[in-house]
């Protein structure tokens, strides 16, 4: 249990994802020496660390479960990275005593046609955006309307112009694709470090990016364990601040840090901000009325029963993303029934 | 149209022998038929097959989510007379 129960009756605050963040720590630092030592058989972590709360989170878990020799941070931006990422990422390794390989992604981005493919899907749109013009992809808030959302491409041009276009299907396709080999070379060189020095990949989503599929398939998806993904994002804030991380870390704002203009993943895919996702998730998986979830979360009922709907819809949308290979036959001598979950 | 509409949504959401009973008044959200992306494509097919403009504050549930919706809300389109 990582909440805290509440009466029905009780006015919904974020008091509900109160924990006990010494209990929490400790629970989660079992469960990666547990599953890294006796069921993976990996003397070690890896962890891609962006500097964000979540990697940060993550890695300091990983110094704690495996020690500061055993954990290493893979700080790997690219040319669209913010300014700031590996200042944060450095400070926070720093700051756990842990090693920190820098790998700057961009030259494998360039030869695998990342940036050429995503901006030709972009300029058919917006002929004149030139490499110096900013961009991202804005999904519109769920919040008011009961309209579809369709994905924007905003573009600002070097004069502080901006152009707004709706995204056709092949583009968005081919632009999120093309983003997509960040995840993926990401992913890759964790690996290649992991496979190296015997180590597990550990994953870094939290609760809300796990349940709504806010991750990449074979990218920041892929991992051999994922140990805050039962967490709220409240939650990991709270563990942020127990752990001691850097300040810097802890009240930043979080980003996708993936698009050359500033992009919050509130106006990316949440449409809300993290404590108000946050309430509505946790009182859509307790069942809670969409009266009392309004009531604290402060948006309309009408708003919180759209935020209740699109989280179900991106369930479904996302649910390919969880889903292992598919076997059209069983193979029965490979299972999984040697792993064991309880720690017995 | 709605034959076309069908066509459209079997073969590009690779429906099966399931999707032939499907009520025109059905949600294609709620049954799974198409997701986001899919409402994507589905808007550009309309666009483009039958040369109308969708704007924003015509991207809801009440126009596209059923077939019926879908035919009903093109039918009102091509014949408003400024299709584009």
């Given amino acids: 249990m990582t909440t805290v129960p509440r009466e029905p009756a009780e006015p919904l605050t974020l008091a509900v994802l109160d924990i006990d963040c010494e209990l929490v720590s400790a629970q989660i630092v079992d469960g990666l020496r547990r599953v890294v030592g006796r069921d993976l058989r990996r003397r070690g972590a890896v962890v891609g660390l962006?500097?964000?709360?979540?990697?940060?989170?993550?890695?300091a878990l990983c110094a704690r479960a495996f020690g500061p020799t055993r954990s290493l941070a893979v700080l790997m931006p690219e040319a669209d990275s913010d300014e700031t990422t590996l200042g944060l990422s450095r400070a926070v390794a720093e700051a756990l005593g842990i090693e920190a390989l820098h790998q700057d992604i961009t030259p494998i981005l360039e030869a695998v046609?990342?940036?050429?493919?995503?901006n030709e899907a972009v300029r058919e749109l917006i002929p004149d955006l030139t490499d110096d013009w900013k961009w991202k992809i804005v999904l519109p808030s769920v919040v008011g309307t009961d309209s579809y959302r369709l994905y924007l491409l905003v573009a600002e041009a070097p004069d502080g112009s901006t152009v707004e276009v709706r995204l056709p299907a092949k583009n968005y396709l081919t632009i999120v694709a093309a983003t997509n080999f960040k995840q993926?070379?990401?992913?890759?060189?964790?690996?290649?470090?992991?496979d190296r020095?015997?180590?597990?990949?550990?994953?870094?989503?939290?609760?809300?990016?796990?349940?709504?599929?806010?991750f990449v398939k074979g990218g920041d998806g892929a991992a051999d364990?994922?140990?805050?993904?039962?967490?709220?994002?409240?939650?990991?804030?709270?563990?942020?601040?127990?752990?001691?991380?850097p300040r810097a870390v802890v009240e930043q704002q979080p980003t996708t840090d993936t698009y050359s203009l500033a992009q919050s993943q509130e106006e990316f895919y949440f449409s809300l901000p993290y404590e108000k996702f946050d309430l509505c998730l946790y009182g859509h998986n307790q069942g809670l009325p969409v009266e009392v979830v309004a009531a604290g979360v402060g948006l309309s009922v009408e708003d919180v029963g759209r935020v209740f709907r699109d989280i179900e819809q991106k369930r479904r949308a996302t649910r390919y993303l969880h889903l292992p290979p598919f076997l059209l036959e069983p193979v029965p001598e490979i299972s999984r029934s040697d792993v064991r979950y309880d720690g017995s | 149209m709605e034959g076309d509409l069908r066509s459209f949504l079997a073969e590009n959401f690779l429906l099966g022998e399931e999707f032939r009973g499907l009520p025109g008044s059905a949600s294609l959200i709620e049954a799974g038929i198409i997701d986001s992306t899919g409402v994507l494509e589905l808007v550009g097919f309309l666009e483009e097959t039958y040369d109308i403009e969708i704007t924003d504050s015509e991207l809801v549930p009440e126009n596209l989510d059923?077939?019926?919706?879908?035919?009903?809300?093109?039918?009102?389109?091509?014949?408003s007379g400024h299709p584009s």
């Fill in chain 1, 50 to 59: 962006s500097g964000g709360i979540d990697s940060s989170v993550t890695a």
């Fill in chain 1, 113 to 118: 046609g990342c940036y050429e493919r995503r």
């Fill in chain 1, 184 to 194: 993926r070379v990401r992913k890759m060189l964790e690996y290649y470090h992991a």
């Fill in chain 1, 197 to 214: 020095l015997n180590y597990a990949v550990v994953g870094t989503p939290n609760r809300v990016e796990y349940d709504q599929g806010f």
């Fill in chain 1, 225 to 245: 364990l994922k140990p805050i993904a039962h967490l709220y994002k409240t939650q990991v804030y709270r563990l942020a601040e127990y752990l001691g991380l």
């Fill in chain 2, 66 to 79: 059923s077939i019926d919706n879908v035919v009903r809300f093109v039918g009102a389109k091509r014949n």
